[in-house]
């Protein structure tokens, strides 16, 4: 009597809805669904015996995420500075202006700063 009853139990469970919308309603072939339930399964156990790596890896990968937006603003600096010093140099008579002055007129121009159009005014 037992085993009919866990027969039944069996066969009134709901299928999950996405095996009721892939499988039944759409018609996706079974050898698909048996390829996802082993990979389900294959995954599952993954994820208990690796759970100190899979922690380990997602927290570097969170941290890269997190720092990413730093460094390429830091990048995108650096390259404004080296184009405004490339500038400068091309298009400005600098002969009295040294290395740190030159830093900053180019770090100035990258942030919007008008000072490169003063090394003109000082020479009139």
């Known amino acids: 009597m037992n085993s009919s009853k866990n027969a039944k139990k069996k066969k009134d469970k709901n299928l999950p809805w996405w095996v009721e919308l892939l499988f039944v309603q759409i018609g996706l072939p079974d050898n698909l ?11 599952k156990e993954i994820i208990k015996n690796e759970k100190k790596s ?7 990968i969170g941290v890269l995420t997190y720092i990413y937006p730093v460094i ?25 202006i040294n290395d740190k002055e030159l830093k900053m007129l180019s770090t100035n121009f990258c942030y919007g700063g008008e000072e490169i159009y003063e090394i003109e005014n000082l020479k009139n």
């Open 33 to 43: 669904l048996i390829k996802i339930l082993k990979t389900k399964k294959k995954s």
């Open 54 to 60: 899979l922690l380990t890896i997602l927290f570097v």
């Open 72 to 96: 390429r603003h830091a990048k995108n600096k650096l390259d404004c500075e080296a184009i405004a010093k490339n500038y400068i140099i091309k298009n400005k008579d600098i002969l009295l």
